[in-house]
């Protein structure tokens, strides 16, 4: 079960709106974890508005009382029947920081994986591989729509999440989601840690990154103990990324645990990280940097920044600490 980061991330929601939508087949399916991620958000402090389509009969009234008894703080909206549920949704009035799609099926790839985060571009470009896996045949439309919100502002962030318990829960709280994210407006901010929610926060997407199979453990209790030299990524005030900061010589800091949540993996978080680490450690006094890695994503990363593969004979003794791992090598001017 993913790790909980309430208090971490009650702070960047907490007073901000989230509106939640959820149409009338997979509501039934769901309804008891629906309300229940509900007063979750309610709870710490977060406006919510949940947007149904259950249709006003008598066999619903006790849904409708249900609702309204337990989620007394939540603004109630029901979509006219006859009304396109997505339009109506997207169209609504009110503006909001998220807005929470809960469908059957999570957004794949064209192997089956979840997608975990979108920009509006990669969302239109990617529609062709898994627009026919969400049950409504008309997705692709409206993500079309989804993208056009965003560019305009009039939503930060659209999650498309599939129903079921606690998977708002977990999509907002905690480092992997549950869901897929869109979203364009990234505010990036690199620094160093700063407390001990911070790093529990970093050991789990160490951890994530670990049974990949690129990475070595780093338990909580070294980065808490080597805590100086830790740090992080912050995207709207939330923990994404991290770096390890290890000296080797009075000019040369290698850059090691380099390591992006799966939720913002292909967003060119892991760029930013890079960057603002040269900058960091240019900022006090190095100017040629190394880092050590197998994994072939973060090998083509490091190429495209100028780095090069080497094997400089003055950093023989750190590369024989990590034998077949190859070394790359960046040089700048102060």
Known sequence: MPRLHVEEYTRAYSGKAVLVACREGILRDHFN????????????????TFFHNMSNRFAN??????????????????????????????DYQDHGFKLIFLERKCLVDQEGLRINSLTTRGARESTNAFGDLIANANYKNILEKICSK????????????????????????????????????FNEVFSRLASDEEASIIAGILASS???????????????????????????????????????????????????????????VAVFTVN?????????????????????????????????????PQ??????????????YKEIKL
């Open 61 to 90: 009234q006790k849904h409708f009382k249900t609702l309204a008894s337990k989620l007394p703080e939540t603004r109630m909206v029901r979509v006219p029947p006859e009304t396109d549920f997505y339009e109506y949704v997207l």
């Open 276 to 312: 603002a680490f040269i900058a960091e450690m240019a900022n006090q006094g190095y100017r040629r940097f190394v880092s050590l890695t197998n994994n072939p994503k973060l090998q083509k990363l490091y190429l495209d920044l100028g780095f090069v593969k080497t094997g400089l």
């Open 150 to 185: 965003i560019e305009h502002g009039k939503y930060e962030r659209v999650h498309i999440l599939p129903a079921g318990k606690n998977t708002v829960k977990h999509e907002l709280f905690t480092v992997e989601g549950s869901g897929t994210l869109i979203a364009n407006n």
């Open 33 to 48: 974890s629906v309300i229940a991620d509900i007063k979750f958000l309610t709870r710490q402090g977060i406006h919510t």
């Open 315 to 328: 950093y023989y003794r750190r590369q024989k600490q990590s034998p077949g791992v190859d070394m790359f």
């Open 210 to 268: 670990k049974r990949e199979g690129y990475l070595k453990p780093r338990t909580l209790e070294y980065i808490q103990k080597n805590c100086q030299n830790f740090y992080v990524t912050k995207i709207d005030e939330i923990i994404v990324g991290c770096a390890e900061s290890k000296r080797i010589n009075t000019d040369t800091v290698e850059l090691g645990a380099l390591a992006i949540s799966t939720k913002f993996r292909n967003q060119r």
